[in-house]
């Protein structure tokens, strides 16, 4: 069993930078793939940003890619968001995920556990 609580999230302006921060507890983070998904109102989940256990393979959306950097301290149990260069289009509840599997992945339905969620707002 994995649990799983972001923080981070909040208002900020176009333009402006936000951390995500996600801690894991359970036994198995350090073996886990871990991953960020995002849901904006009226919309489905969308994937954001995956990594693998030991942190050597990531994968981002094309629509953060360049301005989204994805971290994990596995010595903390906890995976990082940095979000750069934010816009209004990333305003969503940012969750973060835990796969049984060592490998990043971007399908949400490869993940078994789900944080509650962080609300981000960017604003124009």
């Known amino acids: 069993q994995v649990q799983l609580v972001e923080s981070g999230g909040g208002l900020v302006q176009a333009g402006d930078s936000l951390r995500l921060s996600c801690v894991a507890s359970g036994r198995t983070f350090s073996s886990s793939a871990m991953g960020w998904f995002r849901q904006a109102p009226g919309k489905e989940h969308e994937f954001v940003s995956s990594?693998?256990?030991?942190?050597?393979?990531?994968i981002y959306a094309n629509s953060v890619k360049g301005r989204f950097t994805i971290s994990r301290d596995n010595a903390k149990n906890t995976v990082y968001l940095q979000m750069n260069s934010l816009k209004p289009d990333d305003t969503a509840v940012y969750y973060c995920?835990?796969?049984?599997?060592?490998?990043?992945?971007?399908?949400?339905?490869?993940?078994?556990?789900w944080g509650q969620g962080t609300q981000v707002t960017v604003s124009s």
């Open positions: 995920a835990a796969r049984g599997s060592s490998a990043s992945a971007s399908n949400r339905r490869e993940y078994d556990y």
């Open positions: 990594i693998n256990w030991g942190g050597g393979t990531t």
